[in-house]
């Protein structure tokens, strides 16, 4: 795909210094505010996060590239014929399909363990986005199958992602306020602060990329609280911030859970459920936790 390569080049080129800009403004407002947002430690781990991601996916590109035209090439609905509906169609199922990928990551600790990383910073700034989840370009083709099994190019797939991932990290700041009727229809800023904060009524909530209408479709849309400050990072912190250990602490857990006695199929529901999720209920998921809420909640 010579031409999606010089696109992404491209792209590149204008989007890295669009970043640079917005994250010197962004480190400027946090200094005249002493608000301690960026460290020199995280951010330099956001970006080796990143460089390593980048480098998973060209390696891994040429065999996801190759299965997503193999499936292209016995599709099942050819192309739409209109470029204007064609392009506006691949933006509304690929943002869907990023929702329903990234409901997985929150909902089955296996890609769980993958995804943790990118929700391991207590800090939450523009380079937060680039805190990769690593290893997801290992799976991440497989949800865009059904897009190119319904005529859409395996190219115009990667471009489009390259594009709302622009979107996806401009997202990533506090300084931000609600953007008033956009908040019906996009992901905004505080719609992204939901999504990376640890306080239990923030759990897992505004999954989208570039469109908040599936959150609020499927339920798993929160508003900002403004009584709920934001508290970021994880429910329980590593208890290093170390590359390793940001990388692969939650697969430690799991070696932790799988060396005890248990059975086969114990073992494959500690790695297929949600994370939280125990056989004796002595940790609880994130539903279980908000259930627990609301019921609090109502009794009073």
């Known amino acids: 795909m010579p031409g999606t390569y010089a696109f992404e080049d491209l792209l590149l080129k204008l989007s890295t210094p669009f970043y640079i800009s917005l994250i010197c403004l962004e480190i400027f407002i946090t200094y005249r505010s002493h608000r301690v947002s960026y460290t020199l430690k995280d951010t330099f781990t956001n970006a080796a996060l990143m460089l390593i991601n980048g480098s998973i996916d060209l390696l891994f590109r040429a065999v996801y590239v190759g ?106 700041t506090e300084y931000v306020d609600k953007l ?11 719609h992204h602060r939901v999504h990376h904060a640890s306080n239990i009524q923030y759990l897992d909530k505004n999954m989208g990329m570039c469109l908040i209408i599936w959150d609020r479709m499927f339920g798993t849309f929160q508003e900002e609280i403004p009584t709920i400050p934001p508290h970021y990072g994880l429910t329980k912190s590593t208890k290093t911030d170390g590359l390793s250990e940001t990388v692969f602490h939650e697969w430690k857990e799991i070696k932790k859970d799988f060396d005890q006695p248990i059975d086969f199929k114990t073992k494959l529901k500690y790695l297929i459920k949600a994370p939280g999720w125990s056989p004796d209920g002595s940790r609880q998921t994130s539903k279980e936790l908000q259930k627990e809420i609301l019921d609090h909640d109502s009794t009073q």
């Open 180 to 190: 008033g009727c956009l908040e019906y229809i996009f992901v905004t800023p505080s």
């Open 67 to 172: 299965i997503l035209i193999w499936f292209y090439n016995v599709r099942i609905i050819e192309p739409i014929a209109n470029p204007y509906i064609y392009w506006f169609a691949l933006f509304l199922f690929e943002d869907l399909t990023f929702y329903t990928l990234h409901y997985v990551d929150h909902h089955s600790r296996l890609f769980w363990a993958v995804h943790v990383t990118h929700h391991s910073s207590e800090h939450f700034n523009l380079t937060t986005g680039f805190r990769s989840s690593v290893f997801q370009p290992l799976y991440r083709f497989v949800y865009f199958i059904p897009l190119v099994l319904i005529g859409f190019s395996p190219a115009d797939i990667v471009i489009m992602y390259s594009l709302t991932q622009i979107y996806g990290i401009i997202v990533h």
